[in-house]
């Protein structure tokens, strides 16, 4: 019958039609579905019915741990009365090197004598060029620089605030612990053993060098997110 | 892993083993043209040198005598060291599948000419030209040989290995500029009116430089009207580039008889970055991210592509549950891509917002999952040579990753997919508008090497998951989907089939995640700096949502970066049918002709 193609497609409409009430119905009882954090997380999930809007800014979407928004660098947690702790970033340059913008500028620090020190003294991300891809925080060693969920970067002039120096980068590991407390944790654990894999070469000259370098393996697996 | 969870397949090499179509094309070849075929002898390198001048006579009997009928990529080659270039084509067979016969013509730097292949494969119209862009070269008896990715008027050939770019820091990167001793900039405070142009010494524009667009109308047909009675002008007009229609920033240049198209031809390269360029000064791992801007609806394929270029080059092999969350990855993207490119051409067709609404709810859980997985929606930089990047993550949404993934392949996906079928299938304005519009005859469809859904739609069952398997897709139980009429409606057809395709693969793959669960998901200790362990060239190609991908990667002993780099990109070849297709149609038509293609402009543009 000419025309039944069209009808049956209004069917499906009049059914998502139908359906965002019933949903509404379904939650009236619970708080409602708006504004509330349960309603909320079933909407996102396969699971959700009905309208799937969010209202941002009022409503926002859980970032899941991995997320990567433009890097920050990882101090340690200031000790009270200072603003900032020490830094770990030791100015290696591998996530220099690895960056495939090339948006981060190091300067390394200087020992009174001129010989270079594992300290950065200047360090510029230029988050204009910054594709948040994530290969630095992936390949540096020392946990220093991770990828942010800050996502609201949005600023009236980009000449001057889209370079973010040292101060404006660094963010205590506590912060890191909140956004990404599972990958934290497994950074902790794994740093823990490449310290241990450390004293026992020291302690045996030559000797056990086979279980540090079997204990760096697992660690790279820590960071690859085998074990969280 | 020590449980084998695989058997090995049953082909394994035997002594007396049998040549593979390439191998056998090659050695018939090289019988029938003996005077000017000799075999590649450098190191790393296979396929065969074609004295430049027989090119066309090589590849007719290629075509004509040997099956192999469909010229997939043509690409150029700077030879800088030897004062050389070379064309690098490769051949494929529809028929009897396998790997490629590769060609490549080889002539003087300073004088690059050769004959173009156009009369015998059209689908190397937009190749040669792309070639002549980067390159220069000369292609004698091609009918439209004009710059297609940079504008009329451009100074140099920029792929040449003597081109730089206006504030040109270094050959590669990483930059000495960045580290130890780092002091910002950017790069607009270092070029001229803070754009990314160089002027020649002494330029004082005159006005007359911006005259240069009319060799695009020059090319266009204007037949004079036969028909006795009302004589009527032709009309040429420009479709884009700025226009909802056109999916991006792309321009049609149509010669209109009333409303019916004679001569369209595609104008494209807005969204040019020269990304083969960038590629050439990246290390091999920085490319990955790049590649996902490719084809941005679809990055993780474009990953997977890349990687099986590199790992073929770096002789990488990569463990088996990074070869099942590939699969799983890949399979998602094109469910991702097909609902998104059906409701653009639903969209296109008059279907405004609603399908591609309904389309869109679910692809967002694709898209979610990935954000768990990579940490990013669509750029997801996922795959790592001989890897993935991450294991699958915990929980997506809230929801376990397993019973996510299991929720989403047996409930949502194959609902939506149904939901759209009742939406839209039967719908009979889609049918008035779609069939019988944009046709495109299956030698056609060869014939300008069109790849993916639109050649298959065209009933050509060509899939490269079938014809040349890579990862684990010839342990997997699917069908090629194909239909036959190759007009819109059938590559809206073949769309739905293809995502009932990836289901059934994805249903396969969910017990073999489980299997492995906490095994390794890479290879080698990753590094930042991989170095080729051997110099030499890989073509890893891939069946992309929208045809077939492929990378063409050379290198030279221990270097860093990829000596050349250049991407097949489908969306760009299928764009060569789209003139043919829209020929004797109404403008309305165009619009969904374009988007029953599915393209993705910074593929095309690249």
């Known amino acids: ?228 | 892993m020590s449980d084998i969870i695989l058997e090995p397949t049953a082909d394994a090499p035997g002594p007396d083993v049998e040549l593979t179509p390439a191998q056998e094309a090659t050695a018939k070849l090289k019988e029938l043209h003996p005077n000017v075929l000799s075999d590649d002898t450098r190191e790393g390198y296979e396929g065969m040198i074609v004295y430049a001048d027989s090119i066309t006579e090589v590849a007719k009997t290629l075509r004509d005598d040997l099956g192999f009928n469909y010229l997939s990529s043509v690409t150029g080659v700077d030879l800088i060291e030897e004062g050389k270039m070379e064309v690098v084509y490769h051949f494929y067979s529809i028929d009897r599948g396998g790997g490629p016969v590769v060609l490549k013509a080889q002539v003087n730097r300073d004088e690059p000419v050769l004959p173009s292949l156009v009369s015998i494969f059209p689908g190397a119209d937009f190749q040669e030209r792309e070639a002549y862009d980067m390159y220069g070269f000369n292609f004698l008896g091609h009918p439209d040989l004009r710059r297609i990715l940079t504008w009329d008027g451009f100074a140099g050939h920029p792929l040449r290995k003597d081109w730089k770019e206006p504030f040109f820091e270094e050959e590669f990167k990483p930059y000495g500029s960045r580290w130890p001793d780092g002091q910002v900039f950017r790069v607009e405070e270092k070029t001229p009116y803070g754009k990314n142009v160089q002027y020649p010494p002494g330029w004082a524009p005159t006005g007359e430089e911006y005259d240069i667009e009319t060799d695009v109308y020059l090319g266009l047909t204007y037949s004079r009207d036969a028909t006795p009675g009302l004589k009527t002008d032709k009309v040429t007009v420009n479709l884009g580039p700025q226009h909802p229609s056109t999916h991006g920033v792309f321009r049609m240049v149509v010669t209109l008889d009333g409303e019916t198209i004679v001569d369209l031809k595609p104008v494209v390269g807005y969204l040019h970055r020269n990304h083969e360029k960038i590629g050439e000064r990246n290390t091999f791992i920085m490319n990955m991210p790049y590649t996902d801007r490719l084809d941005y609806l679809s990055s993780m394929s474009n990953n997977l592509g890349y990687a099986l270029a590199v790992e073929k080059l770096f002789d990488l092999t990569v463990p088996e549950r990074a070869e099942w969350i590939r699969i799983l990855m890949v399979e998602l993207t094109r469910i991702a891509n097909h609902l998104w490119a059906l409701g653009f051409l639903l969209n296109d067709l008059g279907a405004l917002q609603t399908p591609m609404l309904y389309y869109y709810l679910e692809r967002e859980l694709i898209v979610d999952f990935f954000e768990a997985a990579s940490g990013s929606r669509m750029m997801c930089n996922y795959m790592r040579f001989s890897g993935v990047a991450y294991d699958l993550p915990d929980d997506v949404r809230g929801m376990p990753t397993m019973k996510f993934l299991e929720e989403l392949i047996y409930n949502n996906l194959p609902r939506a997919i149904d939901q759209g079928d009742d939406l839209m299938t039967g719908n009979e304005i889609v049918r008035a508008r779609a069939i019988g519009v944009g046709v495109l005859t299956p030698e056609d469809a060869i014939a300008m090497s069109t790849a993916g859904p639109v050649l298959r739609a065209s009933g050509v069952p060509y899939d490269i998951r079938r014809a040349e398997p890579y990862s684990y897709y010839d342990h997997l139980d699917f069908d090629v989907a194909v239909r036959y009429n190759g007009d819109i409606y059938d590559r809206y057809l073949i769309r739905v089939d293809e995502m009932r395709q990836s289901l059934r693969i994805l249903q396969q793959v969910l017990p073999y995640l489980k299997q492995t669960e906490g095994a390794p998901i890479f290879g080698d200790k990753p590094q930042y700096a991989q170095r080729a362990p051997r110099s030499g060239e890989s073509y890893g190609r891939v069946e992309n949502p929208k045809g077939e991908l492929g990378y063409y990667v050379t290198a030279k002993r221990r270097s860093g970066n990829p000596e050349r780099y250049h991407v097949r990109a489908p969306s760009f070849i299928n764009l060569t049918a789209l003139g043919p297709m829209a020929k004797g149609h109404k403008v309305a038509d165009v619009v969904a002709i374009l988007g029953s293609i599915d393209i993705v402009l910074g593929e095309v543009d690249r």
């Open chain 1, 1 to 228: 019958m000419y025309g039944f193609g069209i009808v049956k497609g209004l069917g499906v409409v009049i059914n998502h039609f139908i359906g965002s009430y019933i949903d509404d119905l379904r939650w009236a009882g619970k708080g409602g579905r708006y504004y509330n954090e349960e309603a909320f997380n079933v909407r996102q999930s396969p699971l959700g019915e009905g309208v799937k809007t969010v209202f941002y800014p009022e409503e926002k979407l859980s970032t899941p741990e991995r997320f990567r928004f433009v890097p920050f660098l990882v101090t340690d947690d200031p000790p009270p009365g200072q603003r900032w702790g020490h830094d770990w970033c030791t100015a290696c340059g591998i996530c220099v090197k690895v960056c495939p913008a090339q948006c981060i500028w190091i300067e390394r620090a200087k020992q009174p004598n001129g010989r270079p020190k594992s300290q950065p003294e200047k360090f510029f991300i230029d988050i204009d060029m910054c594709m948040n891809c994530g290969l630095c925080a992936e390949f540096c060693p020392f946990d220093a620089i991770k990828m942010d969920h800050d996502y609201e970067l949005a600023s009236y002039d980009r000449s001057t605030a889209h370079i973010h120096d040292k101060e404006r980068l660094s963010k205590p590991l506590s912060y890191w612990r909140e956004i990404s407390p599972k990958k934290a944790e497994a950074e902790d654990i794994a740093r823990k053993w490449a310290e241990a894999a450390k004293t026992k070469k020291r302690d045996k000259d030559g000797e056990g060098r086979e279980d540090r370098i079997a204990e760096v393996a697992a660690r790279q697996l820590y960071y690859k997110g085998l074990y969280y």
